[in-house]
């Protein structure tokens, strides 16, 4: 990771000339990589008469087609280039932006790419490598094997707080060895960090004081990072990102838009017939991962909306910028004794523990009371509902009432957004702010 890593931190100042030569090299590179090694894209270009080898770009990029969730999950097999196989790689499954779940596969390199781009746009922040982080998220990933627990000793120690329930005694544990281990870069789901923030305010806890703040995985509303900022004392440097291409953008310290990691994506904004929208206006988000040949994912639609912005940034770095990403919010969840559940977590954690959910949403109406609407494939098996129910009424309560309601799918609001979770009983929450009084 650490020979890209110092790469990275050269590139970002390429003239906006020598970043889009370097794109249009590694798009041609991968696409016809993709067509000569790859079943999938030899079919889909083939039946679209597209020779990869005679297109000029990124201007001809249009006509390849678009790769959908859908078309993962019905041509998994074929995805898989020739050379690798899926025993072989890293796998991940994952819930995207609209809450779809996905098995997704790549090369360590690939992934090592991924880690020296995520810790470029780490270091904006003020965050220095070596230095410890606390993550504030869900069903946390601890590190398998000597190679990687000594890997994450050397380059970021971390510090947990599990947002699966979040109480008055865990957040005051994790204060506690936020003072033992003096973490300096606060990293979390965007809403998680609002609750924690509301927590600090709440229980006037001091330890947790960051030297930065990162917030990910979902839309940062405007008064959750007037919140997060107001209670620590710091701007929040926001960034956005999926399983399947890694970091897309990250603001950097003059918070003006995102800067997208031109390095290892090629990003474009999509009206819905396909053409593309002007500088200003919201687009289809399409994403083209220059770096992952084992599944290339060449013009992927992630299903989530952004606006993209013409002109340069004061920083000095070079990389494009994009602003107003729309796509993926997420209310907490209350318990009886007053802990508080990112839904976020709550959905991340079902899908990648139940085969055959597509999408799912949680909606509490009460402390007692929540409806599960679920999209499933068939691979679905009858035996999961029981086994999600009981799940939920481990981390809920065991005599909470749990509707189950099949869906053909989950559709956005009107705004565009998709919502893991609802919960109709916020507003009392918030206005009592007694959520943790356990």
């Not at 390429?14 to 590694?26: A, M």
């Not at 690939?110 to 490598?129: L, Q, T």
């Not at 990691?261 to 988000?285: C, I, K, M, T, W």
Request: proline share 4%.
């Amino acid at each position: 990771m650490l020979k890209y890593w110092r790469d990275l931190e050269n590139t970002q100042y390429l003239s906006e000339d020598e970043t889009r030569q370097c794109q249009s090299r590694k798009l041609a590179d991968i696409i016809c990589y993709a067509y000569e090694n790859n079943a999938y894209y030899k079919m889909r270009l083939d039946a679209a008469r597209v020779d990869p080898f005679k297109l000029r770009y990124p201007d001809d990029l249009d006509r390849i087609p678009i790769l959908t969730k859908r078309d993962i999950r019905q041509y998994q097999d074929t995805l898989i280039s020739k050379g690798f196989a899926s025993g072989g790689l890293m796998e991940a499954k994952t819930g995207g932006s609209t809450g779809k779940s996905v098995y997704l596969y790549f090369t360590e390199e690939c992934s090592e790419w991924r880690n020296a781009c995520a810790r470029r746009h780490d270091r904006w922040s003020g965050w220095e490598v070596g230095e410890p982080k606390a993550y504030v998220w869900g069903n946390p990933k601890y590190p398998v094997g000597l190679k990687n627990r000594l890997k994450t000793f050397l380059l970021s120690p971390i510090l947990y707080l599990d947002t699966m329930a979040v109480t008055k005694d865990s957040v005051h544990q994790f204060a506690k060895e936020w003072n033992a281990r003096k973490p300096t870069l606060l990293f979390g789901h965007a809403h998680s960090l609002y609750i924690l923030a509301k927590a600090v305010i709440e229980h006037g806890i001091d330890e947790i004081r960051p030297k930065a703040i990162i917030s990910s995985s979902m839309t940062l509303l405007p008064h959750e990072r007037s919140l997060i900022e107001r209670t620590f004392g710091l701007k929040v440097f926001d960034r956005y990102g999926c399983e399947e291409v890694g970091l897309i953008a990250s603001e950097c310290e003059m918070h003006e838009g995102l800067h997208i990691n031109a390095d290892n994506l090629y990003v474009e904004y999509l009206n819905e017939d396909g053409s593309h929208v002007a500088p200003g206006q919201y687009g289809r988000l399409v994403v083209t991962d220059l770096s992952n040949r084992a599944m290339p994912f060449i013009r992927y639609q992630i299903e989530d909306m952004a606006v993209p912005h013409k002109g340069t940034c004061k920083c000095g770095r070079t990389l494009p910028l994009m602003k107003e990403v729309s796509g993926r919010i997420a209310d907490f969840l209350v318990k009886k004794n007053g802990a508080r559940i990112a839904g976020i977590s709550l959905i991340e954690n079902s899908l990648t523990k139940y085969p055959g959910i597509e999408q799912m949403q949680i909606i509490q109406h009460d402390l007692d009371h929540i409806t599960l609407n679920i999209a499933r494939d068939e691979s679905f098996e009858d035996g999961n509902v029981q086994s999600l129910v009981a799940t939920m009424r481990t981390i809920f309560d065991s005599d909470i009432h749990i509707e189950c309601n099949f869906v053909e799918e989950i559709k956005p609001e009107p705004n565009g957004k998709y919502r893991f979770s609802i919960c109709h009983i916020r507003e009392r929450v918030d206005s009592s702010f007694t959520a943790y009084s356990c």
